[in-house]
């Protein structure tokens, strides 16, 4: 799933070639996924208990496979963007519904390092789209990559349904509409959620905007990279795997408020390594961002899963939601900062949604836990939340 949204990552300036647009324009690649997912997060998480979960994710899987596969047969722009857009749709299924499933099915003192692992897989996924991309168009056009990545999501899907085990401990039944903003209001009127959310539109926003703008980086002088040299550099991905799960144990045992702000600071570091001059600087800077976000992300998505008690499946969706606006949003416009100061302004920009996240971090670090502030969700076991 995160392979269909991300792989035209390494395509963009080919599309800004192919379709005469600027880099800023070819990042609506990326921004026309990311938008609808966040909007469709929502109503996901509304209706989400009227489907068994395991089979609306594994319908999501089978649609989104399909999307790819027009994706590389649109004719124009226009279509193409409007299948991107699709695209978000179908993926939602699965980034909402297992968040939740992972929330119900696990116990609380392994949900760290399962959500850990399911952040962990998404770096997989990430990594996988752009790699698999910038490998393939040495041999074949982008369109007929696009087709064997839709083949490839295809037999994940099946895989998928004959592995995964089904839900015992799903909450089932309809959630009324009035539940629904009941559950929404439950999590936007607890202080920690909000910053919570604040910072996954942060970090996703500064993230997707490196790896947006990179490969632009990469194939202009001084580097003058060809696209399959830059992308196996996008295998640093699997930094972020081995931060998710780590990061993500290491943040159930000694306690998020603890982990949550020098992961921030490690992204600062990464991103002020990328301003050197040599290439290995570069690729450096990226592994040091990579880990600090993803840690980070590991925490705070559990986090939020932890604190929202009842209202899981809604914290869950609104976590996601902010996420994917951030892509959308910060993650384009930080091409502006490409526009006018090129790589430095791009990490400028970034630095800038670093700075204010980690300002977020540190109020969240002294904001008390829940067993001990009386505040709204009740936890959902005996463990204190930290």
């Known amino acids: 799933m995160f392979a269909a949204i991300y792989c035209v990552q390494p395509l963009l300036p080919i599309f800004a070639s192919e379709f005469n647009l600027t880099a800023t324009e070819s990042s609506v ?3 026309a996924a990311t938008g609808t997912l966040s909007v469709s997060l929502l109503l996901v998480s509304w209706l989400g208990n009227r489907f068994d979960r395991k089979r609306l994710m594994t319908i999501s899987l089978l649609a989104t496979s399909a999307l790819v596969i027009a994706m590389a047969l649109a004719s124009d722009w226009a279509a193409f963007i409007l299948v991107r857009a699709l695209i978000g749709v179908a993926v939602c299924g699965v980034p909402a519904i297992a968040m939740v499933y992972l929330g119900e099915e696990m116990d609380t003192a392994a949900l760290g390092f399962g959500m850990g692992m ?4 998404s770096a997989i996924g990430g990594m996988s789209g752009r790699l698999l991309m910038g490998l393939l168009l040495e041999v074949v056009t982008w369109r007929e990559a696009l087709l064997m990545l839709g083949v490839a999501i295809l037999v994940n899907a099946i895989g998928f349904a004959l592995l995964l085990p089904k839900p015992r401990n799903s909450a089932t ?3 009324s509409f009035p539940e629904f903003l009941s559950n929404l209001h439950h999590v936007v009127s607890d202080k920690a959620l909000r910053l919570l959310l604040l910072c996954s539109f942060l970090l996703m926003g ?13 194939l202009a002088p001084p580097y003058s990279l060809s696209p ?29 408020r603890k982990v949550l702000w020098p992961m921030m600071l490690v992204i600062i570091a990464g991103l002020l390594v990328t301003l050197a001059p040599p290439l290995w600087a570069v690729i450096v800077g990226l592994a040091i961002t990579t880990f600090g976000f993803f840690g980070a992300h590991s925490t705070a998505s559990a986090w939020v899963a932890r604190r929202s008690g009842p209202a899981r499946a809604q914290g869950s969706a609104l ?7 951030g892509s959308s949003l910060l993650g384009t416009a930080a091409g502006l900062g490409w526009s006018y100061w090129q790589w430095p302004g791009v990490v400028a920009s970034c630095l800038v949604f670093a700075l204010t996240g980690l300002a977020v971090t540190f109020r969240l670090a002294v904001i008390p836990p829940l067993a001990a502030s009386g505040g709204l969700a009740p936890l959902s076991s005996s463990a204190p939340e930290r």
Do not use: E
């Not at 399959?228 to 144990?249: M, Q, W």
């Open 173 to 175: 039944g309809v959630l």
């Open 118 to 121: 399911f952040v962990g897989g």
């Open 319 to 325: 976590y996601l939601l902010a996420y994917y606006a």
């Open 206 to 218: 500064l993230f997707v905007a490196i790896y947006n703008y990179v490969a632009f980086h990469l």
């Open 228 to 256: 399959a040299a830059v992308a196996p550099i996008f295998a640093v991905y699997l930094v972020g795997t081995i931060a998710s799960a780590t990061i993500g144990s290491v943040a159930g045992l000694v306690g998020r």
């Open 29 to 31: 690649a990326i921004s």
